[in-house]
């Protein structure tokens, strides 16, 4: 069974940083991209970061470049999300996903870590 485990969330003053990991088990992780996405409340999901599996090459919303940095430990099946120079509207719950190589869309979602900045 295939799970992912989003932590690190928390409440933070802008300007101030936050280090989000996700988790995976029951996949093997260096097959998989990851990408991690967030929602904040009445508004729609959204992508943050992602990172291929093959090659490890990132890409991120242009909200967030030059702020957050998307990592993974292969040997610790774990992601990352290094989020620094936080703003209020970076608050939202914070969910990693996993996709295939041959997939095109992300086949596992974790439950989400909540995010909130106080200005």
């Known amino acids: 069974q295939v799970q992912l485990e989003e932590s690190g969330g928390g409440l933070v003053q802008a300007g101030g940083s936050l280090r989000l990991s996700c988790a995976a088990s029951g996949l093997t992780f260096s097959s998989y991209s990851m990408g991690w996405f967030r929602q904040a409340p009445g508004k729609e999901r959204e992508f943050v970061a992602a990172i291929r599996s093959i090659g490890g090459s990132t890409n991120y919303a242009d909200s967030v470049k030059g702020r957050f940095t998307i990592s993974r430990d292969r040997a610790k099946n774990t992601g990352y999300l290094q989020m620094n120079s936080l703003k209020p509207e970076d608050s939202a719950l914070y969910y990693c996903?996993?996709?295939?190589?041959?997939?095109?869309?992300?086949?596992?979602w974790g439950q989400g870590t909540q995010v909130t900045i106080n200005s």
């Open positions: 996903a996993v996709r295939r190589v041959s997939s095109q869309e992300y086949n596992y």
